[in-house]
């Protein structure tokens, strides 16, 4: 059964945000916890520092100067599976929605409680294995081999290519095929935080998931959402 690993010592974010004081203080905060942070102020310079590979979290400002930030999200997404945290505002329920289904990995709402943010960040730095850690073993079910110590998925022998949070999504079902999951108990498992009323995060990720791997060869449902219960991944035979 896959187990995620410990979160990962130190990490290194990018902060891409126009609010230079915001940044600042993010930066002192985020420094102090033990996380080196960097600043980028604009969307272009945004993109090269997030494509730059050096970077274990980006956290995307929605709202940006020349090039908006869900703009960015996509030129990163091209490219890149870093994880995306986006900051929007609490009233831009619309674009948080459309930057979950871009491939962001999670959202944090403006104003920011920093200690928030960072228990964020440190969810997403949990994905990255500690140096020296074992990974898991490779999981198979079906058409599907998940890789926890690569973190790659290969259907029917070809990859695909999955966001940091649709890859723990899928990993955490693997481990319990036939089970019914609870929205809150994938949301508390996968995403490290629970879900607000309305909060359709953990619905845009299963809804990414299940239109790239499809159903099963013969056709019947390989993802199933459970009215007023949650999701099930079920066998190829549809149970």
């Not at 994880?83 to 948080?96: G, N, Q, T, W, Y």
């Not at 966001?163 to 999504?169: I, P, R, W």
């Amino acid at each position: 059964m896959f187990d995620f690993p410990k979160a990962h010592a130190g990490g290194k974010v990018l902060l891409i945000d126009d609010d230079r004081e915001l940044c600042g203080l993010l930066q002192e905060y985020l420094g102090q916890e033990g996380l080196q942070a960097t600043v980028s102020h604009t969307g272009p310079d945004g993109v090269v520092k997030a494509l730059s590979g050096e970077f274990d979290v980006v956290v995307l400002d929605i709202m940006l100067p020349e090039l908006g930030g869900l703009d960015v999200l996509r030129q990163i997404r091209e490219a890149s599976d870093v994880p995306v945290l986006m900051l929007s505002a609490r009233s831009d329920e619309a674009d948080r929605v459309v930057g979950l289904e871009m491939g962001a990995d999670d959202y944090v709402p403006k104003p920011c409680n920093a200690r928030e943010l960072l228990a964020r960040v440190r969810a997403l730095l949990r994905r990255i294995p500690a140096q020296g850690q074992q990974s898991s073993r490779v999981v198979r079910l079906d058409d599907l081999e998940l890789d926890p110590g690569t973190r790659t998925v290969r259907q029917a022998g070809a990859p695909v290519a999955l966001t940091s949070t649709e890859f723990d999504l899928l990993a955490w079902m693997l481990g319990r095929p036939g089970t019914v999951l609870n929205r809150h108990e994938l949301a508390k498992r996968v995403m490290g935080r629970g879900l607000s009323l309305n909060d359709r995060s953990v619905d845009v990720h299963m809804s990414r998931l299940r239109r790239k791997l499809g159903p099963h060869p013969a056709g019947d449902e390989r993802i199933k959402s459970v009215r007023g219960a949650g999701y099930l991944y079920t066998f190829a035979d549809g149970h």
